[in-house]
């Protein structure tokens, strides 16, 4: 039957199968060939780079041919070994590009939707020429909201510009403008968000100095003659409501035609607009942290809708030709500020093996290598006991003598301390002398903010495992007042169970002592 029907009165779905086909076809043939493509590449890169390598037996592999080349059977060991290469450097890459985004501290700017305008209509009807007004109001501008997420770790997820959806308009036939939608933020647990209010400039500052000096002395020039002085003050008085009226006919929005004939000077405006702006011109400023999931702040309110004409209808008035236009939104510049929420802070020297103990005990995977600051942001891992107890560790770079000074990395990464119940000291025992470090730790800590070593602390001696740790151990376990050292290895995993135990009975008794105590508002 299909034979019998030519190409032009074939069924369309016929067509489109046969259609389909061919592009499946041709995908298997183009991957084929770029399989194909990727070997020859690869073999040639292993032949370019033993050359390299190799300048003098470069002669004899040409002649003689190089066997793991010609062997069909070398060729995936090759591509395999460029394919593990090629994730080695996209792991690093993946790693300093984590390190560059991460950032804690930041300024933006929120600013709230513009309120719409209310709407000047009237109705209109075969016999009724002249009906009442019937425009509809403004929509009401979105807000912007900072709202606590736990899966954040970071705020570079915030932008510089936060603007929330403006009102929409209003209509004719009394329909309302939509209201824009709020602009929710996600920001990480335990970030601080201050307004930052900028001061007036010392050269406006005297500016208005020089002004009032003018003033006065124009003053005292007119007091001799009367009336002079009340002309001048006569003037004053007529520029200022000049200029309150001026401002008054800007929130107004004017039927077509009708600027000069409306006569918006004793209208009364309704309340609830007026006290909308208000609120948005004297707000107080924003102060607060965000500690807990789920917690939302509103750091920039949305402009009112500007009201429509029906509002206006007076005994004196029955037709306003007139209605207000919204509100702007509130604008605020914030300072965020994150200072990490753990139960746990570990503080040491560069390269101690902080990230190490870290990746020992929890999930977390932070960066290990055998250079110092490796780590350059604050990493969190979950500790979770047989018993389902769990506890947060946070990870803090390394510090260095002058710390509290901002030398190195200073107070970029110390205030991430600032909320840990608990400093636990990671301190390489295989040092030369190892107790001058734990009281170097101490000192930088106390001086970037007095009383932050009044907290509970644990020591622990990493690396245990070398040769020269023993007699560093038993020297350190033996001078008067030395502190609670727990000997552990983390490269090799031995003894961690001792020391998380030993974290968590120090966790646990300092809840006891304060029952009321919520660990992650500290």
């Given at each position: 039957?299909?034979?019998?029907?030519?190409?032009?009165?074939?069924?369309?779905?016929?067509?489109?199968?046969?259609?389909?086909?061919?592009?499946?076809?041709?995908?298997?043939?183009?991957?084929?060939?770029?399989?194909?493509?990727?070997?020859?590449?690869?073999?040639?890169?292993a032949a370019v780079t033993s050359r390299m390598h190799h300048p003098d037996e470069a002669e004899e592999t040409e002649e003689s041919g190089d066997p793991s080349l010609l062997d069909p059977a070398a060729a995936p060991a090759a591509t395999a070994f460029m394919h593990h290469k090629q994730q080695k450097l996209d792991i690093v890459r993946r790693n300093a590009k984590a390190g560059r985004n991460f950032v804690d501290r930041m300024r933006c700017t929120a600013v709230g939707g513009h309120g719409?305008?209310?709407?000047?209509?009237?109705f209109r009807d075969s016999f009724v020429p002249n009906g009442p007004p019937n425009g509809g109001d403004g929509g009401g501008g979105g807000g912007v909201w900072l709202v606590v997420d736990e899966?954040?770790?970071?705020?570079?997820?915030?932008?510089?510009?936060?603007?929330?959806?403006?009102?929409?308009?209003?209509?004719?036939?009394?329909?309302?403008?939509?209201?824009?939608?709020?602009?929710v933020v996600k920001v990480p647990k335990g970030t601080m968000v201050r307004e930052h209010r900028v001061a007036p400039d010392s050269q406006n500052r005297n500016q208005s100095q020089n002004t009032d000096v003018q003033t006065q002395n124009t003053a005292e020039q007119r007091s001799d003659d009367s009336s002079d002085f009340l002309y001048s003050l006569d003037r004053q008085i007529t520029q200022s409501r000049e200029t309150v009226l001026q401002s008054r006919e800007s929130m107004f929005v004017h039927y077509p035609r009708w600027e000069e004939r409306n006569n918006v000077e004793g209208v009364r405006i309704p309340a609830e607009y007026m006290q909308a702006k208000h609120e948005i011109e004297n707000a107080a400023p924003l102060s607060v942290d965000l500690l807990h999931h789920g917690q939302r702040v509103l750091v920039a309110r949305g402009g009112a809708g500007g009201p429509g004409n029906p509002h206006f209808i007076s005994a004196d008035t029955r037709h306003p030709h007139y209605a207000l236009h919204g509100l702007g939104g509130q604008r605020r510049t914030l300072e965020l500020e994150l200072k990490t929420i753990a139960d746990v802070g570990l503080v040491g020297m560069p390269n101690a093996g902080k990230s190490t103990f870290l990746r020992a005990v929890s999930n977390a995977h932070p960066k290990v290598a055998p250079y110092p600051f490796t780590t350059l942001n604050p990493y969190i891992g979950t500790v979770t006991f047989a018993d389902s107890f769990q506890m947060t560790v946070a990870d803090i770079p390394g510090l260095i003598p002058g710390a509290h000074r901002n030398v190195g990395l200073g107070h970029a990464f110390l205030r991430h301390v600032e909320r840990s119940r608990l400093l636990a000291f990671i301190v390489d025992v295989s040092r030369q002398s190892p107790w001058l470090h734990l009281k170097l730790l101490r000192a930088e800590l106390e001086l970037y903010q007095p009383g932050l070593t009044a907290r509970p602390t644990l020591v622990i001696a990493n690396k245990a495992d070398r040769p020269e740790s023993r007699q560093n151990f038993e020297c350190w376990s033996q001078m008067p007042g030395a502190p609670l050292l727990v000997p552990v290895s983390a490269k090799n995993r031995k003894n961690i169970l001792k020391a998380t135990h030993a974290i968590r009975q120090i966790l646990e008794s300092t809840q006891q002592e304060q029952p009321g105590v919520n660990p992650q508002s500290v």
């Open positions: 039957m299909l034979s019998l029907l030519s190409r032009r009165h074939k069924p369309a779905g016929i067509r489109s199968v046969a259609l389909r086909r061919v592009p499946q076809q041709l995908r298997k043939r183009y991957l084929s060939d770029q399989a194909a493509a990727a070997h020859m590449s690869a073999s040639e890169g719409g305008n209310g709407c000047v209509s009237f899966n954040e770790t970071s705020l570079s997820c915030v932008k510089q510009m936060l603007r929330a959806q403006p009102g929409a308009n209003g209509r004719g036939k009394t329909m309302h403008g939509q209201k824009g939608n709020d602009l």
